[in-house]
């Protein structure tokens, strides 16, 4: 406990030199303290922060019939002030004045209510006390925001939102799933010494473990053997995810594109990405789907609605993006494919594919359902048809089929990649490591590590187009790889 205290009080201080946002030299400092080892870590935390720091004004409120006995005791011959509130439900009115005053005027809270062993959901004097916090107030949580799934699974109404969260030991699942992850903030991982054994649930790749896992050719490869990716995308309609597909694959590094398309798309895919190939051949990988209308009833659009279906049934490995989910149920008629397969939807491809299938669960699900409990969606699509799922959102999940591995979770890139044609340079992307002779999950996480960082490269801090993504790729590539 002194080791979690003294990391979280170092974190506090060094947002306090910085300055917070609203206030450049705050001084009030808020601690809420529930009856746990969170409670007590805020606690002692608090004393360190007033014997280094005595112009600091802090204060703490404890929601509990009794507070941790020991870190109690420190922080008051430390000169903390705390103020005890019992917590069974009570109004916001009936809070003791002190209580509401010293949560009125805090500017920075440090958020001890609950720990990893608590539920869903802030009640009674808790909700009430958090609810009573400024807008203004920055944030850190202790180990996770209070009221905040531990599992990252379920969502709560009442939680608090945290600007910051200092951790112990290890990165929890409530961290890194979609659910959970917005209410954390920036994250810091304290280091406590613990030996830890057990399989993780959730995984997140780092930029330091791209080079190890990224196929970095070798003196005796050529084209062929750095991985040909065949692509069937785009239409006469949607032709650009053509270009955008094939302009990520030649910046990722293919050894070679071998491009199925209509006319339109072929011609702007050539003038964009000379070194694309518009003659059949073998492949090592197939990229199926962005920019596919299989409602296109045109000769052009039913002609590329049958080479998706006969890149589908190859047995090579795939990625399969956008309309080619379309395909599937038909697919799948009889079993899983045989070869290792991507699926890269997004919620409401998701939801749409799901519905297609609805051989389980509910015939329809809507995009609120996906989002609502999006592991628990992505296993569903993961089991029903024997494919990895990479799940896009602002935190990607990506789910293997077998339910023993643990799920992988990437969120790596600004808000600002949320734009038409990211997921077309995606697909495009996870392609290229398909062909290298990657798993669909490694080829997924790195994809989705490399992705956000090229957004990040493309123009950092301002907005981005998905073409620029593409083109930001190799560079992005090399810094990681150095």
Known sequence: ???????????????????????TTPTR????AGPGHNGGDALLAAALLRRE???????????????????????EEAGVRIHLVRPSPQRAESLPEAVREAVAGAEVVIDGLLGIGGRPGLRGAMAEVVGK????????????PSGTDPAGLAPATHH??????????????????????????ELTVVDL????????VVERLEASDVAARWPVPVRMDDKYSRGVLGVVAGGEQYAGAAVLTCTAAVEAGAGMV?????????????????EAVTQPGHVQ???????????????AGRAQVRAARRALGEAVPAVIDAGGLDLLPDLLTDGPRAAPTLLTPHAGELARLLSMLGRQGPASVSVDDVLADPVGHARRAATLTGSTVLLKGTTTLIVDPDETVPLRSQADGPPWLATAGAGDVLAGLCGVLLAAGLRPRDAGSLAALVHGQAAHRANPGGPVRALAVAKALAPTIAALLA
């Open 1 to 23: 406990m002194r080791r979690a205290a003294r990391g979280l009080a170092q974190q506090v201080a060094l947002r306090l030199d910085e300055g917070v946002e609203g206030s």
């Open 29 to 32: 400092v808020l601690v809420l």
């Open 53 to 75: 720091r005595p112009h600091l004004r802090i204060q703490a409120v404890g929601v509990a019939a009794a507070l941790h006995e020991q870190a109690r005791a420190v922080a």
């Open 133 to 144: 916090l400024p807008s203004t107030a920055y944030t850190f949580a202790v180990d996770l």
């Open 160 to 185: 608090v939102q945290a600007q910051e969260t200092v951790t112990f030991g290890v990165a929890k699942p409530v961290h890194l799933l979609p659910v959970t992850e917005g209410s954390v903030g």
């Open 193 to 200: 010494g613990l030996v830890l054994d057990e399989p993780p």
């Open 258 to 274: 071998r491009y199925v398309g209509t006319s339109t798309p072929s011609t702007l895919v050539l003038q964009a990405v000379p």
């Open 285 to 299: 990988a197939w990229v199926v789907g962005p920019g596919l209308d299989i409602s296109d009833t045109s000769v």
